[in-house]
């Protein structure tokens, strides 16, 4: 009796295994609008456009990509069908008449065989001109950690003047800040958007929103940020360097030394042998503090002599800075 209802059993988890085994993978759709306004009211030119890749961020291509955008009162105001290219990328540009202002929603959806459906809403909003905004580039890629900017243009709408306008960022990824900077007061006034990612900021492709308000009229644009994420490093700490002790400072002064003037002439290494043997007298009384300073006019003698050596300063020059030098340590030695 066992064995009778064991192999039905065996046979229906071996089917759903084969087939989550075989699930299509789901595409990823991502998009990026700008809005440019016409000289009419009402009037307006839409551009969206983006990639079509997989759960692996690979490329898809020949994937179609349809749209259909639907005013305030959820009518149908436009229709299309695009083809992603070879590098998954895909564009499309229609134009609008007698809008009237509100919120509008632009419906895509990417479909090919042997992939899941992606779809996505993307709310925009059309309103009563005033000025347009505009940002370049549309999309960047950023690695864990590092940071990115991108240019944002205020620019009116038929006057050579522009209001005060407030300008916000959202929609932006967790762990990821952003400072804006006015470069430009004049027309087209020019902001610089700088977007700063963290060490664990998730990576990821995401859509920004830009929004712009002012006098009661509101705008916006869209961009893409594409966080790269960074190989993990080795915890380890890194080796800790010796520290230099005071007997080690005399040993180091002759090796740094005779490396910066080399090429000197044999009768300014001897001065220079000269001048060692005085700091190593000096430097058996001095304190630690003193020993730095009296180290730094050391090497400031020695980089004075391969100046002087390779003929990079004049011979009076030369004297009077190799003099003031020489005094500094004659104090030196009498406070010691």
Same mark, same amino acid.
């Given at each position: 009796?066992?064995?009778?209802?064991?192999?039905? $059993?065996? *046979?229906? @988890?071996?089917?759903?295994?084969?087939?989550?085994?075989?699930?299509?993978?789901?595409? /990823?759709?991502?998009?990026?609008?700008?809005?440019?306004?016409?000289?009419?009211?009402?009037?307006?030119?839409?551009?969206? +456009?983006?990639?079509v890749?997989?759960?692996y961020?690979r490329? /898809?291509?020949?994937?179609?990509?349809?749209?259909?955008?639907?005013?305030?009162?959820? +009518? +149908?105001?436009?229709?299309?069908?695009?083809?992603?290219?070879?590098?998954?990328?895909?564009?499309?540009?229609?134009?609008?008449t &007698?809008?009237? %202002?509100?919120?509008?929603?632009?419906?895509?959806?990417?479909?090919?065989?042997?992939?899941?459906?992606?779809? @996505?809403? /993307?709310?925009? *909003?059309?309103?009563?001109?005033?000025? &347009?905004?505009?940002?370049?580039?549309?999309?960047?890629?950023?690695?864990?950690?590092? &940071?990115? +900017?991108?240019?944002i243009?205020?620019?009116?709408?038929?006057?050579?003047t522009?209001?005060?306008?407030?300008?916000?960022? @959202?929609?932006?990824?967790?762990?990821? !800040?952003? &400072? @804006?900077?006015?470069?430009?007061?004049?027309?087209?006034?020019?902001?610089?958007? !700088?977007?700063?990612?963290?060490?664990?900021?998730p990576?990821?492709?995401?859509?920004?929103?830009?929004?712009?308000?002012?006098?009661g009229?509101?705008?916006?644009?869209?961009g893409i940020?594409?966080?790269?994420? /960074?190989?993990?490093?080795?915890?380890?700490?890194?080796?800790?360097? %010796?520290?230099?002790?005071?007997?080690?400072?005399?040993?180091?002064?002759? %090796?740094?030394?005779?490396?910066? #003037?080399?090429?000197? !002439?044999?009768?300014? #290494?001897?001065?220079?042998?000269?001048?060692?043997?005085?700091?190593?007298?000096? $430097?058996?009384?001095?304190?630690?503090?003193?020993?730095?300073?009296?180290?730094?006019?050391?090497?400031?003698?020695?980089?004075?002599?391969?100046?002087?050596? !390779?003929e990079?300063?004049?011979?009076?020059?030369?004297?009077?800075?190799?003099?003031?030098?020489?005094?500094?340590?004659?104090?030196?030695?009498?406070?010691?």
């Amino acid at each position: 009796m066992k064995r009778a209802w064991l192999s039905p $059993l065996l *046979l229906m @988890l071996l089917v759903s295994y084969l087939q989550a085994s075989t699930a299509a993978p789901q595409l /990823v759709l991502t998009v990026s609008l700008d809005i440019q306004y016409g000289t009419r009211e009402g009037e307006a030119t839409i551009t969206f +456009s983006g990639r079509v890749i997989d759960p692996y961020n690979r490329t /898809v291509q020949g994937a179609t990509v349809s749209s259909q955008l639907t005013d305030p009162n959820k +009518s +149908s105001l436009h229709i299309s069908l695009v083809y992603s290219k070879g590098d998954g990328s895909y564009q499309n540009r229609f134009n609008i008449t &007698n809008a009237i %202002p509100g919120n509008y929603t632009l419906h895509l959806k990417a479909s090919k065989p042997g992939y899941d459906d992606a779809a @996505l809403q /993307v709310p925009l *909003l059309l309103v009563s001109t005033a000025f &347009n905004l505009k940002i370049s580039p549309v999309s960047r890629t950023l690695k864990q950690g590092s &940071n990115g +900017s991108f240019e944002i243009s205020i620019i009116p709408f038929q006057r050579d003047t522009l209001p005060q306008v407030s300008v916000k960022i @959202l929609g932006l990824p967790p762990r990821v !800040t952003y &400072n @804006l900077l006015n470069r430009s007061t004049a027309i087209p006034r020019i902001l610089t958007l !700088t977007l700063i990612t963290r060490p664990d900021t998730p990576a990821g492709t995401y859509n920004f929103t830009v929004v712009g308000e002012a006098r009661g009229y509101t705008h916006s644009t869209w961009g893409i940020l594409e966080v790269a994420e /960074v190989p993990q490093q080795s915890s380890e700490p890194p080796p800790t360097a %010796p520290l230099v002790g005071r007997d080690q400072i005399d040993a180091l002064i002759l %090796p740094i030394t005779v490396a910066l #003037v080399g090429g000197a !002439t044999s009768i300014l #290494v001897l001065g220079r042998f000269r001048l060692l043997r005085a700091s190593r007298r000096v $430097l058996e009384r001095l304190k630690p503090s003193e020993d730095r300073e009296y180290l730094a006019i050391a090497r400031a003698i020695a980089r004075l002599e391969e100046l002087r050596a !390779t003929e990079k300063i004049d011979q009076e020059t030369y004297s009077r800075v190799r003099q003031e030098y020489e005094e500094r340590l004659e104090r030196k030695k009498r406070k010691s």
